[in-house]
């Protein structure tokens, strides 16, 4: 090659670079990528049922396609409207951000591939009954959550992984075009075979965000699973648990399964603390299951023995874990209905736009019924007593019926605004 042909070639593909630099590919463009990321993702939702190896260590059979993580018939069964549950979804096929209620068959909720056939009888101990009365049963109910968020997020990663890979391909085909044609002036140059660009652009770098949104609870969702183990085959270890299961003797139309995170100076380092809530409804009871690490206790300890001291602070901790906690949770569509429309609106907005943390208290009301039967149950214990209502039962009731009546339902409905909330969140963890 000639010194005249390197630089005619030299400055081609500078051209090139700067295009792609300056975002003006056609494949960079914001909605003709997120129609793709869209049409990708939705392709690629089977992963999440394909079956896996199982999850228990050290077993190598493969998974059943769905193995529910909250018991079906003693469990899901209790919240059950013509066989569906609705669990809130982000609506993807509108362009302004915001969150549904999706309705979802009993079969298909909660379901992932987990484990085998002979791994899933661990569980059979209270699936019959769905009764949480020991901490064994508590560990193996925790234990399915850890699992179902893990695999959840290495399919959805294995899935940004094929975005990714398909952006790629289609830049570098539209980069390969663009210096074809710059070069089809030039008669000593033959069609560009191969071409790939190895920049960052703002896609690549907001998958790569997407990505470690993923990761960033993993290693501690490990962490949870050694220590379940060990505790389960009571073995030594150095992370410990705190365990707590209370019974609720009214039924909560709600069953959650999920992990909520909170970002804490421990030592001067910033920490990420996890814990982990399970609401598991009964017919006319409801237990709830909260574990969550002693190496977390600083900031969780006093939160969780205050929570579990008095059914009111149980009822608040199960809403904030609904909104600011983890959105894997289902309700009865019987009870949604019973909400008023803005209502609704104002919980899926906050669910997707909160800034708060589970540990924080939701000021909505959500389980009003169940918020009124707590507090005559109380003030009956009250009144049989011999001593007076104190000034603090006085302030906690007074401040829970004020949260019934309250309906400061205000949301934000730039889009804008919306977006960079959106990101903000996502950039946090
Ligand atoms: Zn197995």
């Known amino acids: 090659m000639t010194e005249s042909d390197i630089q005619i070639l030299q400055k081609e593909i500078d051209a090139v670079i700067e295009k792609y630099n300056r975002e003006d590919f056609i494949n960079q463009d914001f909605e003709v990528y997120s129609k793709s990321f869209k049409e990708t993702y939705f392709q690629n939702q089977n992963l999440h049922t394909n079956k896996r190896v199982c999850e228990v260590i050290g077993c190598k059979n493969i998974t059943i396609k769905k193995s529910h993580t909250i018991p079906k018939s003693s469990i899901l069964k209790n919240i059950v409207f013509e066989g569906h549950l609705l669990t809130p979804k982000f609506d993807s096929s509108d362009n302004h951000p915001k969150n549904i209620m999706s309705k979802i068959g009993i079969n298909n909720a909660s379901v992932f591939p987990g484990f085998c056939t002979k791994h899933e009888d661990i569980f059979k101990s209270f699936e019959i009954d769905g009764k949480i009365d020991n901490v064994n049963k508590a560990l193996l109910q925790t234990f399915r959550t850890l699992c179902r968020e893990r695999v959840y997020r290495e399919n959805e990663l294995e899935i940004n992984k094929i975005i990714r890979e398909k952006y790629k391909k289609k830049i570098n085909s539209e980069a390969q075009e663009s210096i074809t044609k710059a070069l089809s002036k030039y008669p000593q140059f033959e069609n560009v075979k191969d071409i790939e660009l190895k920049g960052i652009d703002s896609i690549i770098d907001s998958l790569s965000k997407l990505d470690s949104f993923l990761i960033s609870p993993l290693e501690q969702i490990k962490i949870f699973e050694t220590s379940i183990y060990s505790a389960l085959l009571k073995l030594p270890t150095k992370d410990k648990l705190i365990i707590r299961v209370a019974n609720f003797d009214t039924h909560l139309p709600v069953s959650i399964c999920g992990i909520g995170n909170q970002v804490y ?21 409801t237990s709830v299951i909260c574990v969550g690490l002693e190496r977390d206790k600083l900031l969780i300890q006093n939160y969780i023995d205050s929570s579990f001291s008095n059914p009111l602070f149980l009822l608040n901790m199960i809403e904030s874990f609904m909104v600011n906690g983890s959105d894997h949770w289902f309700v009865n569509p019987k009870f949604w209905e019973t909400l008023s429309e803005v209502k609704q609106k104002k919980i899926l907005y906050d669910i997707l736009f909160t800034e708060d943390s589970h540990l924080d208290e939701y000021p909505i009301s959500i389980f009003d019924d169940v ?25 906690i009731i007074d401040k829970e019926i004020k949260k019934i009546k309250s309906a400061d339902y205000e949301i934000i409905t730039d889009t804008n605004i919306l977006a960079e909330k959106l990101w903000n969140r996502l950039q946090k963890h």
Do not use: Q
């Not at 421990?266 to 017919?283: G, H, I, W």
């Not at 918020?371 to 104190?390: D, Q």
């Open 265 to 285: 100076l421990k030592d001067k380092v910033e920490t990420d603390s996890y814990l982990l809530l399970n609401v598991m409804p009964r017919k006319d009871s």
């Open 371 to 395: 918020r009124m039967y707590i507090i005559s149950t109380l003030k009956k214990n009250i009144n049989t007593r011999t001593e007076k209502i104190t000034e603090f039962e006085k302030e």
